[in-house]
């Protein structure tokens, strides 16, 4: 092991190699921070330069893209309160809390911090436990995910406060959208109103910006206000070693959750996101904190996304199964270079594949240099005056709308879900429901059929599995006990004012 280690160092520490993974991470840093570029895409658009270079620098330069791209999508997430990548999206709950409160450089250092530490500590867990941890993978049939489906749906009880009907309307509408297109199974369209555009669905990316971005620019307008920079108002001050230890718990439960969902190939970082502030939330010795500025919702997130980068490699390199749409680039980009994943990989390549292990654990070092250097330019930028900042966002998330599929249809679906979103801000329905289930939607829907298709219509398929019956106990259990909390709260609210009544006559 220590031999290959030695080999896989050699590899990474060439000037070429490190040169080709600086690059990676600081394309993946800006594409990850452009609204509609997520880091799928910023892979994919390096993906023709590897022609022409060794294999284990190409996977290195491209993995280095991967690690980038989540700390970049957390920059805009934090700052204008747009996801720069699927798996920010929880970190903008808290994250754009704590910038709207002039602790900007507190949320971004956390943010990077915390990554880092998920993204070396993935790649720990990825050397350490490829093969035994592959197998997991394999136990997760059509009925497991969709149990896995429905326990991120249920979260929704505890991202939407006290008006849980408003929340299960918003998440209602987001699995709606997930619907529109072609019928994966019947092949029909659905919900298309002959509209050839609507054929391909609604992309997620899209969605998502429309909702978070647009519509917080809406807001921004509508509410008006002092429309000229405040100096000094967003504080450029990292977090303490102290508050850094004190988000320990929440950093653990990121990288429980990264690990998981980083085995299954599908799942991805948003997913892994959203558990993991959920459970952190359950955990915390403050959870009242969360949603209106908690450091702890932004460590467990940020740390959930940067492990699944290394943990999403476990399937793909021992099985062929990428673990994300990241993966899926790696893939190719290991098939292009005559790269055949599978457990001989590690015998007959050796040196591509511990180089990629030592490339991972450079790339995570980089980012942490580069994210502190463009922590502060970050910050300068956003604290402009409004009118400059509002339109420079509009026009960088039209472009990255376009960006998706290079047509107009996204930019209208980005400005129709704009308008969606700030309807719902203003009335009280909550976004991220919607984002929730626009994000699970095609998960759930395609599990559920084919399981039913499989057990020939039989239900008892999701409690006779163990796993599928575990996944859908504790989602039963994620949903009820926020509502039982919230009932034992007004009854003793009332309890204590009954009393108090007395006593003041």
Not at 192 to 209: E, K, Q, Y
């Amino acid at each position: 092991m220590l031999e290959r280690f030695a080999l896989g160092a050699q590899v990474a520490f060439h000037p070429t190699a490190l040169l080709m993974t600086l690059v990676g991470v600081a394309w993946g840093i800006v594409g990850g921070a452009l609204p509609g570029i997520s880091g799928s895409i910023a892979m994919a658009l390096l993906l023709p330069l590897t022609f022409g270079m060794d294999p284990a620098v190409a996977l290195m330069m491209l993995a280095g893209v991967y690690v980038g791209a989540m700390y970049g999508g957390s920059i805009t997430a934090i700052l204008i309160s747009t996801p720069g990548t699927p798996g920010a999206a929880a970190t903008v709950v808290d994250g754009y809390e704590l910038h709207r409160r002039g602790q900007s450089g507190k949320a971004l250092g956390v943010s990077l911090v915390t990554g880092t530490i998920g993204g070396v500590v993935g790649v720990f867990i990825l050397v350490g436990m490829a093969v035994p941890l592959s197998k997991i993978a394999l136990a997760f049939g059509p009925p497991e995910y969709f149990a896995l489906g429905v326990f991120g749906l249920a979260l929704i009880s505890s991202f939407v406060g006290r008006d849980l009907v408003k929340g299960l309307v918003s998440a209602l509408l987001g699995l709606i959208l997930a619907t529109i297109g072609i019928d994966p199974f019947a092949g029909t369209p659905r919900f298309a109103f002959g509209n050839v555009d609507l054929l391909s669905g609604v992309a997620a990316p899209a969605g998502m910006i429309g909702l978070f971005a647009v519509s917080e620019i809406l807001h921004q307008i509508a509410e008006g206000g002092d429309w000229e920079r405040i100096r000094g108002r967003y504080s450029t001050q990292l977090p303490s070693l102290r508050e850094i230890w004190s988000l320990r718990v929440a950093t653990l439960i990121g990288i429980v959750f990264g690990t998981i969902e980083g085995l299954l190939p599908g799942g991805g970082g948003a997913i892994a996101s959203f558990i993991a502030y959920n459970e952190a939330k359950r955990w915390s010795k403050r959870p009242e904190e969360f949603g209106r500025g908690s450091l702890e919702g932004v460590a467990a997130p940020e740390t959930a996304n940067n492990v699944v980068t290394a943990t999403a490699l476990i399937p793909l390199l021992t099985f062929g199964i990428p673990g994300s749409n990241s993966a899926a680039i790696l893939l190719t980009a290991m098939m292009l270079h005559g790269v055949q994943p599978g457990p001989a990989l590690f015998d007959r390549t050796p040196h591509i594949v511990y180089g990629l292990f030592v490339g991972l654990l450079v790339a995570n070092v980089m980012m942490l240099v580069l994210g502190y250097l463009a922590l502060r330019p970050s910050i300068a930028i956003v604290n402009v005056r409004r009118p400059l900042l509002l339109s420079g966002i509009l026009g960088l998330v039209l472009v990255g709308a376009y960006s998706i599929n290079n047509r107009m249809f996204e930019v209208w679906i980005v400005l129709v879900t704009g308008l969606v979103g700030y309807a719902m801000r203003r009335y009280g329905y909550n976004v991220l429901a919607m984002v929730l289930g626009l994000v699970l939607g095609f998960m759930v829907e395609a599990n559920l059929r084919r399981s039913l298709l499989i057990s020939l219509g039989d239900p008892w398929v999701f409690f006779t599995r163990p796993i599928s019956a575990v996944l859908l106990a504790l989602a039963l259990a994620t949903f009820v006990s926020p509502i039982l909390r919230r009932v034992r709260e007004e009854r003793r609210a009332a309890h204590a004012e009954g009393v108090a009544r007395p006593a003041a006559g």
